[in-house]
């Protein structure tokens, strides 16, 4: 009986023992847990990739890689020069629309060529230099050359003015037909670039957040941005100036048919006297 109840009296020792090593958990009773359960790799969180804290176009500049940089400085050049040509362009073609108009007027308000010079003065005008080629023909050719080969060589000399006018006025143009060319695909290899080096960013911090390849990709598209921004004024411009030295061409061209008609009312006020002294010697035959 004794023996029975020691029995009894152990065994419940050790279930308070057990039971208690279980409530504490032990080290030991955990791995052996742990380890009857399946491990679950969890994948790597990638954290929120921090952006600039300015994303103006200066800042994107600032943070662009030297190649778009490049670009971005030559397509802003680009656009000095267009709107410094419209600037001065403008002015000139002005001064020069003005003057020609005002040569107009003077040409049709005399009778005789040699009286022209005298109301232009010293003025560098395309009417002014039609008038001067214009004398210097009728003063190299003599009374007794024929008139009709004289106005034709006053015309060629008129032409080769109004040629020149032209091509003066227009110096100038072939710049904004070059940007307007050539500026959006200047742009789109920027855009190009910058694409590529994010593209690469990309694989280097192996993953796929829009956050870390945002910036790159809006550095990319301000060179677009900037290429269409230096291409569209300068054919607008080129285009407007285009059709404003087609107008002065023509009124040169006004002009120079006004210095040739006073050339030839003086060539035909000369021609009478020639006339006459021929007569008597076409008699005598």
């Given at each position: 009986?004794?023996?029975?109840?020691?029995?009894?009296?152990?065994?419940?020792?050790?279930?308070?023992?057990?039971?208690?090593?279980?409530?504490?958990?032990?080290?030991?009773i955990?791995?052996?847990?742990?380890?009857?359960?399946?491990?679950?790799?969890?994948?790597?969180?990638?954290?929120?990739?921090?952006?600039p804290?300015?994303?103006?176009?200066?800042?994107?500049?600032?943070?662009?890689?030297?190649?778009v940089?490049?670009?971005?400085?030559?397509?802003?050049?680009?656009?000095?020069?267009?709107?410094?040509?419209?600037?001065?362009?403008?002015?000139?073609?002005?001064?020069?629309?003005?003057?020609?108009?005002?040569?107009?007027?003077?040409l049709?308000?005399?009778?005789?060529?040699?009286?022209?010079p005298?109301?232009?003065?010293?003025?560098?005008?395309?009417?002014?230099?039609?008038?001067?080629?214009?004398?210097?023909?009728?003063?190299?050719?003599?009374?007794?050359?024929?008139?009709?080969?004289?106005?034709?060589?006053?015309?060629?000399?008129?032409?080769?003015?109004?040629?020149?006018?032209?091509?003066?006025?227009?110096?100038?143009t072939?710049?904004?037909?070059?940007?307007?060319?050539?500026?959006?695909?200047?742009?789109?290899?920027?855009?190009?670039?910058?694409?590529?080096?994010?593209?690469?960013?990309?694989?280097?911090?192996?993953?796929?957040?829009?956050?870390?390849?945002?910036?790159?990709?809006?550095?990319?598209?301000?060179?677009?941005?900037?290429?269409?921004?230096?291409?569209?004024?300068?054919?607008?411009?080129?285009?407007?100036?285009?059709?404003?030295?087609?107008?002065?061409?023509?009124?040169?061209?006004?002009?120079?048919?006004?210095?040739?008609?006073?050339?030839?009312?003086?060539?035909?006020?000369?021609?009478?006297?020639?006339?006459?002294?021929?007569?008597?010697?076409q008699?005598?035959e």
């Amino acid at each position: 009986m004794l023996h029975r109840l020691t029995l009894l009296m152990e065994s419940t020792i050790r279930l308070a023992i057990l039971a208690l090593m279980v409530v504490i958990g032990l080290p030991g009773i955990g791995t052996a847990q742990e380890s009857t359960q399946p491990s679950i790799s969890l994948a790597p969180v990638v954290g929120a990739a921090e952006l600039p804290r300015d994303l103006s176009p200066w800042g994107m500049f600032t943070a662009a890689d030297s190649v778009v940089k490049a670009v971005l400085i030559g397509l802003v050049i680009a656009s000095f020069v267009t709107w410094t040509v419209w600037l001065a362009k403008t002015i000139e073609l002005f001064i020069a629309r003005r003057r020609v108009r005002d040569g107009l007027r003077i040409l049709a308000s005399v009778r005789l060529l040699a009286e022209v010079p005298q109301h232009f003065g010293k003025k560098n005008s395309a009417t002014a230099r039609l008038v001067a080629a214009a004398v210097t023909e009728l003063r190299l050719s003599d009374d007794g050359m024929d008139c009709d080969g004289i106005k034709d060589r006053v015309a060629t000399r008129l032409e080769r003015v109004e040629a020149n006018g032209g091509r003066r006025m227009a110096r100038g143009t072939g710049v904004l037909a070059t940007i307007g060319a050539t500026a959006p695909f200047v742009g789109l290899f920027g855009t190009v670039w910058g694409i590529m080096n994010s593209f690469i960013g990309i694989s280097q911090s192996q993953t796929t957040n829009l956050a870390v390849v945002a910036p790159g990709i809006a550095e990319a598209l301000l060179a677009t941005a900037f290429g269409l921004a230096a291409a569209i004024p300068a054919v607008v411009i080129y285009n407007v100036f285009s059709r404003q030295i087609a107008t002065y061409r023509a009124l040169v061209a006004d002009a120079s048919a006004e210095v040739l008609n006073l050339a030839g009312r003086d060539l035909d006020r000369r021609a009478p006297p020639l006339r006459r002294t021929q007569a008597p010697i076409q008699a005598a035959e």
